[in-house]
């Protein structure tokens, strides 16, 4: 295969990737969650050998960066999933392909399975002023779809009861 073919294949998400000491292959798409998610590197190697990519680790959260996206979403942001901010993925709310920074405005906690689905199930995410917004899925919402805020972060809602309560 071309090195041409290998490169469009990865940026177009086509193809597997392997993980060591792993017999199955998985897919493009859980290749990108996990290198966006982890801190892994992209590499892409011809079947002769010769490295043809190397991705950059900006792509990747710092443990600091996770940290701080934990305190803030608490859990899995889609509305009732009850899955703790520990065993949780970072997604990109703007796909680093498209230019999406790693930033904390632009990172949002996600579990494995709604961060491995979450184009077909329809949820829609975006950040405003580096607040999390999630919308329902049309097949979800009632009435007209919404932007609403999320966060189950238990420290960002006892520091709203106590503003609150003066
Ligand atoms: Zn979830």
């Known amino acids: ?33 996990l290198i966006s998610n982890g801190g892994q590197q992209k590499v892409v190697i011809t079947d002769e050998g010769r490295i043809i990519a190397l991705g950059s680790p900006e792509r990747c959260f710092t443990a600091a960066q996770r940290r701080t996206i934990q305190l803030r979403d608490g859990t899995c942001i889609i509305p009732g999933c009850k899955i703790p901010a520990g065993m949780t993925e970072i997604h990109h709310a703007i796909p680093h392909s498209e230019s999406g920074p790693t930033h ?10 709604h961060h491995r689905y979450l184009a077909a199930s329809g949820w829609n995410i975006r950040m405003l002023r580096g607040a999390v917004q999630i919308m329902a899925p049309p ?22 009861a106590e503003r609150k309560n003066g």
């Open 139 to 160: 097949w979800l919402e009632t009435g007209p779809r919404t932007w609403r805020n999320a966060t189950t972060s238990r420290t960002r809602m006892t520091d709203a």
């Open 1 to 33: 295969m071309r090195e041409q073919d290998l490169n469009a294949d990865f940026s177009q998400g086509r193809g597997v990737g392997w993980i060591d000491g792993v017999e199955t292959p998985i897919s493009i798409s859980a290749v990108t969650d």
């Open 104 to 113: 904390t405005d632009n990172g949002v906690l996600l579990c494995w399975w």
